[in-house]
């Protein structure tokens, strides 16, 4: 949507701070990644789990993979911690360095400056503007990267596993949306 391009445009304008904070960033982002990749890879191993079922014997052979999915849950739900962890600290690290940078600005500034505008609302900009962009990290905007991950390899999955089904699943898509977005009465 119109926030995500927002969200990518302040992000790059940022980067100047973000650099030195670059390590937890593509370490956050890595993680991400790897969590992407475990969620598409979920319903496969399910699915390999209920087709063992079909074979004599399978039991044991789906008790293999429910110790794999549950495996993967876990390895999910615990890189999901340090993934948020990281990013919200460089974050936290690039605002105190804009901070920093504003406040060096705001110093450089001639006395007649600060006749002109009320330093009120010099504060509440600085204030504001600087919470506004922390609230990028906060939001996720990062997580756009995430769930692009998780559609390219929804997408590849879905035509590998069957193709045709999932062309008419393609073709159907923006008929279901256009349906889902008309007013209920």
Same mark, same amino acid.
């Given at each position: 949507g119109p926030r995500e391009g927002h969200d990518l445009r302040m992000l790059r304008g940022l980067w100047p701070f973000m650099r030195p904070h670059a390590g937890p960033i593509v370490v956050s982002l890595g993680l991400l990644v790897?969590?992407?990749?475990?969620?598409?890879?979920?319903?496969?191993?399910?699915?390999?789990?209920?087709?063992? +079922?079909?074979? #004599?014997?399978?039991? *044991?052979?789906?008790?293999?993979?429910?110790?794999?999915? &549950?495996?993967?849950?876990? @390895?999910?739900?615990?890189?999901?911690?340090?993934?948020?962890?990281?990013?919200? +600290?460089?974050? #936290?690290?690039?605002? *105190?360095?804009?901070?920093?940078?504003?406040?060096?600005? &705001?110093?450089?500034?001639? @006395?007649?400056?600060?006749d002109r505008t009320p330093v009120g609302r010099l504060v509440t900009r600085v204030t504001n503007d600087v919470d506004a962009i922390n609230e990028v990290f906060a939001s996720g905007a990062f997580n756009a990267i995430g769930d692009l991950v998780k559609l390219v390899g929804i997408v590849a999955a879905m035509l590998l596993l069957d193709w045709r089904l999932a062309l008419i699943a393609f073709v159907a898509l923006p008929g279901s949306m256009v349906l889902e977005s008309l007013p209920r009465h």
């Open positions: 790897i969590n992407s990749a475990v969620s598409i890879l979920s319903p496969l191993v399910t699915r390999q789990a209920f087709d063992a +079922l079909d074979v #004599a014997g399978g039991f *044991g052979t789906f008790a293999s993979y429910g110790a794999l999915l &549950l495996g993967m849950s876990i @390895l999910e739900q615990s890189l999901g911690f340090p993934q948020i962890y990281l990013m919200q +600290l460089a974050g #936290a690290r690039a605002m *105190g360095d804009l901070r920093a940078h504003v406040f060096q600005f &705001l110093h450089t500034r001639k @006395l007649a400056f600060f």
